[in-house]
């Protein structure tokens, strides 16, 4: 029996109730079952830097890969498809069968606070990475799901704004890396985002969804939504949404029963969702007797601590990083390296290295190494020197689990106690991390009116620490003979999402006391709630640890800075409102390289931030957001061990407010995209501002003499053939960027790019870059479709920044 032989039995067998009951989740995370037609439940996990599992927090420690854009900036499809086949590795060890990744949104701004999920401003390179990524995940029987479906770059009133966008820019740009899935990857889900797109929510559009998507790309695949995204019945039934998620509520069920029967949506279109849901789960494996659409079969599984996993991690982030300035000075020269002065790193995040981004992505690693651990383990204690810098974070994290132990069990972790509105106990139950989450699953704790959370600190006594909690609520915070009663709130403005992604802190300084415990009861008024602890040691003042920096960075050559961002500014549910370093971590860098000899600044972050000290220092090396072996992959690529290969995803502006699009924040509800096409590089070319560092830039160890390009037109398409020399005297990799400035006023864009991998110094390698016929074509909005103009210009550069060659295009 075929997958279109139980579509054809289910349509005709199960009535109207049975259809629609498994078009709407019955989890969070999990879909309904039916055994009238063999059809098990299948299972969801976010993504797409690790298989999270069903639990918020807390869950099954998983390995976490480096950040989409980290990743994105290798420029390298097997790459990409790699972690596509690790991730669905993963996911078959824990039973999912659809991971929700990738993230194929752009760019636009880069106050975006969820642009680390998402590739590149370029459409081209972020669907070309993406398809790579689903046929990885896909190849063995692991659904990928392409989200979020479409023009959902910002994420300020992400559940009613309506992205006001017009048609040129939406098929060039916006629809452009979904389209390219589709036609090279065919993904078996979609996720249709938040947001209305020109005044029709996504879940409804029935123009992009029915027209676009499944008539003009002839997609089979199942359209979900977003989480809680749908509204409406009939409108997102008939607009070609098939599964609304989560379950087991949600605005259809007997509602669409019912306006199925009035006439309102046809049965037809029910069949229609039903058979896309019933093709996903034949793909899947999830109907009886017909097995996994898989071209290759998996290993026995990976622990995300073992070697195998490690090492690949750990190159995938090495790889991805870029040198944005001072080649001579990273990799550290071999006579540093091998000094008897230990080499002096500065930054607390190099202590506390941030190693993914805030939200649904967020997954619990096996490990998480720091850039001091990585460095450490290959120089030892003897050999380097690190210093706390300032502070970096409004509201403070969850406690360490080494902070924390159970006053029950005496294992590492927090109690939790939960009561019903009597204020009789509901449950009790130890939990691995200082954080908690209720309204998202059936757990024992479901229902409750209060939660207590309780643990043992580990410190020596007489320990200054800060204590408090995490989530917003009416809490009790009792530490020995000390209590406080507080309301923690959210800021004015900020949406209840921002409680539950990034919730806001409140603590109190005390010291450690031997048999004391910390206790918090937090009154629930939210229907999902987050509750945890903070523990954290007592940090000194800010002038304190920038006059330590300095007088520490004044023997050292070259002091190391290590600077970023954390997860509450690249974080989901709200954007950035500038793009500063938070707290003094420019004062920092400023008396690092005022006493130093030489400064390396680390940047520890997946989007632009502004450098107002870049000329006074001597080297900028951005590590992205490296996941678990984060330190392992700067100590590296610092050390000479791995060059740091990534060219820039994204154009950096020199200052807030520059750039061809900006604002995130909806006027009247609307967000207008009035910039057109001009978005990243294609609308900072030919303008009078110039940015910090353009889309495609990036140093690594090479120097490259580009001598000639010759344009090819063959049955195959058009290619440019570039011959180029390494004249340094390392080996090194090149990627080859190709953009073509149309004749008349279309932008500029990036029409081809390919690798040149190990040149060694003074060799001469021709690299041919097949130049993508989908990037040659222009919308032409007065004949709703496309054109493919001949002439204009290749450019062949190393980012618009920096033009090497330039072909008239035959």
Not at 62 to 80: G, K
Not at 249 to 254: A, R
Request: glycine content about 10%; aromatic content about 6%.
């Amino acid at each position: 029996m075929s997958i279109e032989d139980v579509i054809e039995r289910a349509v005709r067998e199960l009535d109207l109730a049975a259809k629609v009951k498994l078009l709407t989740g019955a989890a969070a995370f999990s879909l309904h079952g039916n055994d009238a037609v063999g059809l098990r439940p299948m299972i969801f996990s976010d993504g797409p830097t690790g298989v999270r599992g069903s639990e918020f927090v807390g869950g099954k420690r998983v390995a976490l890969f480096p950040n989409a854009t980290l990743l994105a900036q290798s420029w390298d499809e097997m790459a990409a498809q790699r972690v596509g086949e690790m991730l669905a590795a993963e996911g078959r060890s824990q039973g999912v069968d659809v991971v929700l990744g990738p993230t194929v949104n752009l760019h636009r701004s880069a106050l975006g606070g969820r642009l680390f999920e998402a590739y590149a401003e370029d459409p081209l390179l972020s669907g070309r990475l993406a398809a790579a990524y689903i046929r990885g995940i896909q190849r063995y029987g692991v659904g990928a799901c392409v989200k979020h479906y479409v023009a959902n770059e910002s994420e300020t009133d992400r559940h009613t704004v309506n992205a006001q966008v017009a048609e040129v820019a939406l098929r060039e740009l916006y629809l452009l890396p979904f389209e390219i899935c589709v036609a090279d990857a065919d993904p078996w889900t979609i996720m249709a985002a938040y947001n209305d797109i020109n005044g029709v929510a996504a879940t409804e559009h029935s123009e992009l969804n029915n027209g676009v998507l499944k008539a003009e790309w002839d997609w089979d695949g199942l359209l979900m939504s977003d989480w809680g995204a749908t509204k409406t019945v009939a409108p997102a039934a008939n607009g070609g949404l098939d599964l609304v998620m989560p379950g087991p509520g949600g605005p259809w069920g007997d509602h669409l029963v019912a306006t199925v029967r009035s006439g309102a949506v046809a049965e037809a279109t029910i069949n229609d969702h039903l058979a896309r849901l019933l093709r996903l789960a034949g793909r899947v494996g999830a109907l009886d007797g017909i097995p996994a659409d898989r071209t290759a079969e998996l290993g026995p599984p990976l622990d995300p601590d073992a070697p195998a996993m490690r090492m690949p991690l750990r190159n995938l982030a090495a790889s991805g990083m870029v040198l944005l300035k001072g080649q001579d000075l990273v990799p550290l020269p071999d006579w540093l390296i091998t000094a008897e002065a230990p080499l002096v790193v500065i930054g607390r995040h190099a202590l506390e290295t941030a190693l993914q981004g805030g939200g649904s992505a967020a997954v619990r690693p096996p490990h998480r190494i720091s850039v001091a651990d990585g460095l450490r383990e290959v120089l030892g204690e003897t050999r380097l020197r690190v210093f706390d810098g300032v502070a970096v974070r409004h509201n403070l994290p969850a406690a360490a689990p080494e902070l924390i132990i159970d006053p029950e069990t005496g294992r590492p972790g927090m109690r939790v106690v939960s009561f019903d509105d009597s204020g009789a106990e509901r449950a009790s139950t130890r939990s691995e991390v200082a954080e908690f989450v209720l309204g998202m699953s059936d757990g024992p704790h479901k229902g409750a009116s209060v939660v207590e959370l309780s643990a043992q600190l580990v410190a020596p006594p007489r320990t200054p620490l800060e204590v408090g909690v995490r989530g917003v609520g009416q809490w009790t915070l009792s530490y020995g003979d000390e209590a406080h009663t507080f309301t923690n709130a959210l800021l004015p403005g900020e949406s209840a999402e921002v409680g539950f992604m990034s919730p806001p802190s409140w603590t109190h300084a005390v010291e450690a006391a031997p048999g004391r415990i910390l206790v918090a009861r937090l009154t629930i008024s939210e229907r999902i709630s987050l509750a945890g602890l903070v523990v954290q040691p007592v940090a000194p003042p800010d002038d304190q640890l920038i006059n330590d920096a300095a007088l520490a960075a004044r023997d050292a050559d070259p002091a190391i800075v290590v600077v970023g961002l954390t997860g509450e500014q690249e974080t989901e549910a709200q954007d950035k409102k500038t793009l500063a370093l938070p707290g003094r971590q420019d004062d920092l860098v400023r008396a690092v390289a005022g006493a130093a000899h030489r400064t390396v600044v680390m940047i520890n972050a997946a989007t632009p931030v502004l450098m107002p000290w870049l000329d006074e220092v001597d080297a900028v090396l951005w590590i992205g957001l490296p996941g678990q072996e984060g330190g392992h992959a700067v100590a590296d690529v610092l050390l000479g061990t791995t060059e740091p290969t990534g060219r820039l995803v994204t154009t950096f502006p020199a200052a807030d407010g520059a750039g061809p699009a900006w604002n995130v924040t909806p006027s009247d509800g609307t967000l207008d995209y009035a910039e057109g096409t001009r978005v990243g590089y294609r609308g900072w070319y030919g303008s009078d501002v110039e940015p910090a560092f353009w889309f495609g830039s990036g140093l690594g160890w090479g120097l490259w003499d580009y001598r000639s390009a010759e344009h090819v037109r063959g049955d195959d398409g058009e290619s440019l053939r570039v011959v180029l020399a390494n004249t340094a005297e390392r080996p090194s990799r090149e990627v080859v960027q190709v953009y073509w400035r149309p004749e008349g006023s279309a932008p500029v864009r990036l029409v081809g790019y390919a690798v040149a991998d190990e040149v060694v110094p003074g060799e001469e390698r021709t690299v041919t870059v097949a130049c993508d016929s989908r990037a040659f074509r222009l919308w032409d909005e007065a004949a709703s479709g496309w054109i493919t103009p001949a002439g204009g210009m290749l450019l062949v550069a190393r980012g618009l920044g920096d033009i090497r060659l330039e072909v008239r295009r035959l």
